[in-house]
């Protein structure tokens, strides 16, 4: 199975943005659809965002919705989540997740539904 790798966490203030990068190392990530999960402390990890194997289609939680875009190389390599207006809310460790066999077009939003796992970047906002 391939690796994940998150990168680009850090500490930012309420309204501040941040780009989070899932990379594969390079690897074709083929007919798999990504997903971005957040676990804040003393919570259960909740869905965030996901992007089918197509690039095309997207589904976002609803509190991040308008605020988040995820998206991926053409090359299907790696995948974003674009952080903006980011509240102390947000504040987690976000997971890259790849769910496989998956359709051209289709998205997933349960944990169960994900294969393969990063091990996660912490994102901090200050108030």
Do not use: H
Not at 94 to 110: F, H, I, K, P
């Amino acid at each position: 199975q391939v690796q994940l790798v998150e990168s680009g966490g850090g500490l930012v203030q309420a309204g501040g943005s941040l780009r989070l990068a899932c990379d594969a190392s390079g690897r074709y990530l083929a007919y798999f659809a990504m997903g971005w999960f957040r676990q804040a402390p003393g919570k259960e990890r909740e869905f965030v965002a996901s992007i089918s194997w197509s690039g095309t289609n997207t589904i976002y939680q609803d509190s991040v919705k308008g605020r988040f875009d995820i998206s991926r190389t053409s090359a299907k390599t790696a995948v974003y989540l674009q952080m903006n207006s980011l509240k102390p809310e947000d504040t987690a460790v976000y997971y890259c997740a790849a769910a496989r066999r998956t359709s051209w077009g289709e998205t997933r939003t349960e944990l169960s539904e994900y294969d393969l796992w990063g091990q996660g970047t912490q994102v901090t906002v200050t108030s």
